[in-house]
């Protein structure tokens, strides 16, 4: 495995025929790092499974270059799902629509949906501009995670996660740290109106402008669809996380900047707001484990924006 810091134009070129030839690539996009391969390639994917250690009926993400790229993946888009795709494409929304042939069972765990997004993180959008070029219709990539961890948001965290399971043609591209820090917003859109699965930067205000609608409240019980992200223990890291009570000397603290650490508390992170909250909390995690912490209390911040997906993760990381 190699690790590609300065992404040139010929740095991207062979990390997209890293691809077209069936090897893994790690990206960064603007909300965590994934871990691509050939959407269309039953074999790249079942890598990404198997480096991940993650069920293979759940289904992944495609990644294409544009909104242009949506009809060669989806039927049937509905008219509220284009002025979405409009509004926040390239950006950290993935939609989920019914699928086309293109999109085979490797790659929805065999639903009749597939979930689409097109990244506006510079080199995840030359990368995917490169494989376009090159003959590829989309990127598979889920967060470059094991199964049920926290996402890694710098390629440091990527190495130390999946490092020593990839293969020799295997590439990191590093990008600099995330900006949003948690994983897309996913909108369910096949059916007449659009369904929140999981949480993200597009907020549901946002949606909810757009669109003037008021969106159903979030019941992630209620999902027909499969979303890992919603299983009971998700995004955790090894250390125990605590969402009330006090921490002890010793203990991990993450928490908006107005509250104060307790004396011998280890402050993880102390962001301004909820959107610096998101940007930092899961290096904040990844950094407990690496101090050997037992126990990290995190403050929850209000629903707010990206507050509620903020919300949701540290829900699952408790669990
Ligand atoms: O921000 C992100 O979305 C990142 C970056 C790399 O793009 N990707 C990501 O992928 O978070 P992953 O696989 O870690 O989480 C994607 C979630 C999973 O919970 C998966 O079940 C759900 O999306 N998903 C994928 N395809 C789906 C589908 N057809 N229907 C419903 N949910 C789907
Ligand atoms: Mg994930």
Redesign the pocket.
């Known amino acids: 495995m190699s690790i590609i810091s300065n992404c040139t134009a010929s740095a991207i070129k062979n990390a997209a025929s890293v691809l077209t030839s069936g090897d893994l690539v790690a990206?960064p996009?603007?909300?965590?790092?994934?871990?691509?391969a050939d959407a269309t390639s039953a074999n790249g994917v079942a890598r990404i499974y198997d480096v991940k250690g993650?069920p293979s009926d759940?289904?992944?993400?495609?990644?294409i270059s544009s909104h242009t790229q949506i009809d060669k993946w989806a039927r049937e888009v509905p008219e509220y799902a284009i002025t979405l795709a409009r509004t926040f494409w390239p950006g950290?929304m993935?939609l989920?629509l019914p699928?086309t042939k293109l999109?085979q069972d490797f790659?929805?765990?065999g639903?009749d949906?597939?979930?689409l997004?097109v990244?506006s993180h510079p080199i995840?959008q030359a990368l995917l501009i490169e494989f376009e070029k090159q003959g590829g219709l989309g990127i598979a990539?889920?967060?470059?995670?094991k199964f049920s961890k926290v996402?890694p948001t710098t390629a440091a965290a990527v190495e130390i996660e999946l490092g020593s399971f990839l293969k020799d043609n295997d590439q990191i591209l590093d990008g600099g740290p995330s900006t949003?820090g948690?994983?897309?917003t996913?909108i369910?859109c096949t059916q007449g109106f659009p369904k929140i699965?999981?949480p993200?930067s597009v907020s549901i205000e946002m949606i909810e402008n757009l669109l003037s609608i008021k969106l159903q409240p979030l019941n992630p019980t209620s999902?027909q669809?499969?979303?890992?992200?919603?299983l009971k223990s998700h995004y955790a890291p090894n250390a125990k996380v605590f969402l009330s009570g006090t921490p002890k000397v010793g203990d991990g603290l993450i928490a908006l900047s107005n509250i104060k650490t307790p004396e011998g508390v280890i402050r993880l992170a102390s962001p301004v707001n909820n959107d610096e909250y998101a940007h930092l909390l899961y290096n904040a995690l990844r950094q407990g484990d690496t101090l050997g912490l037992s126990n990290i209390y995190a403050v929850p911040p209000n629903s707010e924006g990206v507050g509620l997906a903020i919300n949701d993760r540290l829900k699952k990381a408790a669990k």
């Open positions: 990206f996009t603007e909300t965590v790092y994934g871990l691509g993650r759940h289904p992944l993400i495609v990644h950290p993935t989920v699928r999109a790659i929805t765990g639903q949906n597939v979930a997004r990244p995840a990539a889920p967060s470059a995670n996402s949003f948690v994983e897309s996913i369910d699965l999981r993200g999902n669809i499969r979303v890992p992200g919603s």
